[in-house]
């Protein structure tokens, strides 16, 4: 009997959770810019908050701008962040895409994503690049398996709201831990250590329009250099970043040896070198992330992951095809004048 109510309680629990995602999802869907909230831990609330500059009060504003702070205070000196979001300009927050995790109970804020939406040139025509922003974690709480929601969940829900279209991605790091979580999630990443990476002039282009338009972004003042070949920022911690600058034995590994050797070989620590990483988010990517990084035991989860191999295998060529307000790939907009459609 306790046997049969314990798999009736397991049961609901899981129904419970699956209705609180579709919830989220059809949300996601939804809403011209996002503002969800989703219970991704016991005892936790995430909420995902596309452009605040825009969409939030002057207070509620405030408050998120103080919750980032609270955040960031807790790992560094008080003020020693000042670009980007920490300056609380609504200019800056009108492009960023932010991620706050907090204690359900409480409302004290734990950890945080902070993405910037850049306009890059690609081919003669506008880009939008994601940019993967500052990720900040309250060390109290280090440890709790948070990784898989900073790292990836935003990103999955643009994917998935901008109909499955692959999108471009950028990071800036020097720590080995991240570098390898961007080269082992998305696709077709440069710069990586593995043997098919290759620098596409896709790659170069995007890599310079950023490096021209939107050093502010990630805290890299005009002085740095780039080396094109390698994708490095030379003397990167000049521009308002100078807190978030680590020495190679401090700065968190991966647990794959290649990526702390690549940025040992190629980053100069004692100067301050980043690295600058492009690639994809698509189906492969998503793919991977659902299944690497998200908990297998979540039953949404699964349930997403076979959702996107049946999107993939029979409704996303149907999709693409018949949206004809939107180019992909080698297909293009219907392209209207005065007169109509021509």
Same mark, same amino acid.
């Given at each position: ?44 609330? &995430? ?34 962040? &000042? ?238 095809? &018949? ?6 790939? &080698? ?12």
């Amino acid at each position: 009997m306790a046997s049969w109510w314990s798999s009736g309680w397991e049961i609901r629990s899981a129904l419970a959770r699956l209705s609180g995602h579709a919830v989220f999802w059809l949300k996601a869907f939804s809403q011209e810019t996002i503002d969800l909230t989703l219970r991704t831990h016991s005892g936790l609330r &995430t909420r995902i908050i596309e452009c605040p500059g825009l969409s939030l009060s002057q207070p509620d504003l405030d408050q998120l701008v103080a919750d980032l702070r609270a955040v960031a205070g807790k790992t560094l000196p008080a003020g020693s962040l &000042t670009y980007g979001i920490f300056s609380g300009e609504r200019e800056r927050l009108a492009r960023a895409i932010v991620t706050l995790i907090s204690e359900e109970g409480t409302g004290r804020p734990i950890a945080f994503n902070a993405l910037s939406v850049m306009d890059v040139e690609l081919d003669g025509e506008p880009q939008q690049v994601t940019h993967l922003g500052l990720v900040m974690v309250d060390p109290d709480v280090q440890g709790q398996g948070l990784s898989w929601v900073l790292y990836g969940l935003t990103t999955l829900v643009l994917f998935a709201r901008d109909g499955l279209r692959p999108k471009w991605i950028s990071n800036v790091t020097q720590v080995p831990a991240v570098f390898g979580m961007v080269c082992d999630t998305f696709s077709d990443v440069f710069p990586s250590p593995a043997a098919a990476a290759r620098q596409s002039f896709a790659h170069l282009q995007l890599a310079r329009g950023i490096m021209r338009d939107h050093r502010a972004v990630f805290g890299v003042g005009s002085e740095a250099g780039f080396d094109e070949g390698r994708f490095v920022i030379t003397d990167a911690y000049t521009g308002g970043s100078d807190a978030l600058k680590k020495t190679y034995d401090v700065a968190p590994k991966h647990r794959d040896e290649q990526y702390n050797a690549f940025c040992a070989h190629e980053l100069n620590y004692d100067r301050g070198d980043d690295v600058l990483q492009l690639g994809r988010i698509d189906l492969a990517g998503a793919r991977r992330y659902l299944m690497s990084e998200v908990p297998h035991g979540s039953l949404p989860a699964l349930l997403a992951a076979s959702a996107m191999l049946a999107l993939q295998r029979l409704v996303l060529p149907i999709v693409y095809w &018949t949206d004809d307000a939107r180019a992909f790939g &080698t297909l293009r907009p219907r392209v209207r004048d005065a007169e109509g459609p021509r």
